[in-house]
């Protein structure tokens, strides 16, 4: 499905005026040379002028308070369901004219002020600075939320759209009368959200962010950003949307549905790894490309397959290799940033790895499958234990000291039980490429959240 994404290079202007307010609102228009004019009055001669409009006057500027409701913390990071900010656009004034945002101020001590007029024009936050802020809150509060843009919305990702319906502003310019002091300014902010699946509205609501930067010389931009980050926590302080997002694990990735319909077997913790490995060792894979190979797992016997997006990197399609044969993989979804891929084939008879309900805890024994060095040692087996979770950049990794690889990349790693518990992603050698025991593996509940498989 196609999306047509409004992404604008969003660009929030302001121009300064030097009029009081009028209590019946203010005049625009150009003139003949294209001029653009404010006044309290009509023009003189409006046959002559073009494009007279009045100023809307929005009162209450200078009262920046806002609640703040502290982000409701996903317990699982990882497991929720990716969405994707697909628009973030800027409505006030969208009637098409201009209003008074705020006051801007000057003087030594801010002592003079005339009205701060929304229009085209001056404050500038070009790209996409206030839609990574969302996603900065959103990832540090445990949620998956990525930036779109022009082209398709991935299957099974949520949609997340935002738009600016108002905004307040002041601002003290003191370098204007010769005061080093620069310039403070304060911003208030109210977003209007919808998050989706597919054609089905999820939420719908409403959130407000402000900071106060006056007194320690706020750039106009700077105290925006903070505010927008403020409107994102309170966001993720409403329960209806913390519901939706499956801060619980499946919630959102099942009324999406998963990426790639992809259906997982849990185990139930009553076998060992020894009693089946032979059935284990059919649900490991090799992952070949034109740069070399990897490993990986197979998910659901329908024919689905996880590994690393680093082993896949920009491709379209990898060869898996089930034992004596080769088939060719279609990658229907890559998370780069948890360097997690899905992929899709097609073959009969296959095995699929039953996935643990319950991860394994510091000491527990673990054991690695996968493809080291050579296609020659596919399907090896090394055994060690979860040595520690590790946490980096927001996200929980298991440390191994099971034997780890150039070629192990995305292959499977099993508990006790024989049961599924993270896939491989790296490890630490010394400079002739041995290992030194030190292996890093993604936890399976974070990889099958990263490609939107509902666990």
């Not at 209450?60 to 369901?81: E, L, Q, T």
């Not at 998050?195 to 750039?219: F, P, T, V």
């Not at 319950?358 to 040692?377: A, E, N």
């Not at 990349?409 to 030190?438: C, H, Q, R, W, Y």
Request: proline share 4%; hydrophobic share 40%.
């Amino acid at each position: 499905m196609k999306t047509s994404y409004a992404f604008m290079a969003l660009v929030l202007a302001f121009t300064l005026v030097a009029f009081p307010a009028a209590a019946g609102g203010i005049y625009k228009w150009k003139d003949a040379q294209g001029n653009l004019h404010f006044s309290d009055t009509p023009p003189p001669d409006v046959q002559t002028k073009s494009g007279v409009g009045k100023v809307d006057v929005k009162g209450g500027y200078g009262n920046f308070n806002v609640s703040n409701k502290p982000p409701i913390r996903n317990p699982r990071p990882g497991s929720a369901a990716m969405a994707t900010l697909s628009r973030f656009t800027l409505r006030p004034g969208s009637d098409g004219r201009a209003f008074t945002a705020g006051r801007a101020y000057s003087g030594r001590n801010c002592e003079n002020s005339t009205d701060l007029i929304w229009d085209e024009g001056t404050v500038d936050v070009k790209g996409k600075a206030l839609q990574e802020a969302v996603a900065e809150r959103f990832r540090d509060a445990g949620y998956r939320l990525s930036i779109g843009g022009e082209g398709e919305l991935l299957p099974g990702n949520l949609d997340l759209e935002a738009d600016l319906v108002d905004i307040k502003i002041d601002v003290c310019n003191m370098r204007m009368a010769g005061n080093s002091a620069g310039t403070g300014s304060r911003v208030y902010v109210k977003l209007r959200w919808k998050l989706s699946a597919r054609d089905s509205e999820l939420y719908k609501g409403s959130s407000e962010g402000a900071y106060d930067g006056w007194h320690n010389g706020s750039s106009v931009r700077d105290s925006l950003l903070r505010a927008v980050r403020q409107a994102s926590d309170n966001l993720l302080g409403d329960p209806e949307l913390v519901a939706q997002l499956g801060a619980g694990g499946s919630n959102a990735a099942a009324s999406a549905g998963a990426a790639s319909q992809a259906s997982i077997k849990y185990g139930d913790a009553a076998s060992k790894f020894r009693e089946h490995s032979r059935e284990l060792l059919q649900a490991a894979v090799t992952v070949r490309t034109d740069r070399g190979h990897g490993s990986g797992v197979i998910i659901d016997p329908a024919g689905y397959a996880l590994t690393n997006a680093h082993v896949v990197g920009d491709d379209e399609d990898v060869q898996l290799i089930l034992g004596a044969r080769a088939v060719v993989a279609r990658v229907v979804k890559r998370d780069r940033r948890n360097d997690v891929a899905l992929l899709h084939f097609k073959a009969e008879s296959l095995t699929a790895a039953p996935v643990a309900r319950h991860m394994p805890q510091p000491g527990d024994p673990l054991y690695v499958i996968g493809t080291p060095l050579s296609l020659k040692l596919s399907h090896s087996v090394t055994e060690g234990i979860l040595s520690a979770v590790r946490e980096q950049d927001g996200a929980s990794f298991f440390q191994t000291d099971a034997a780890v690889n150039p070629g192990n990349s995305g292959g499977p790693v099993f508990d006790e039980a024989g049961e599924l518990v993270a896939i491989t992603v790296a490890g630490l050698f010394n400079k002739d490429g041995g290992s030194l025991n030190v292996n890093y593996l993604i936890p399976i509940d974070r990889a099958l959240g990263a490609v939107g498989v509902a666990h």
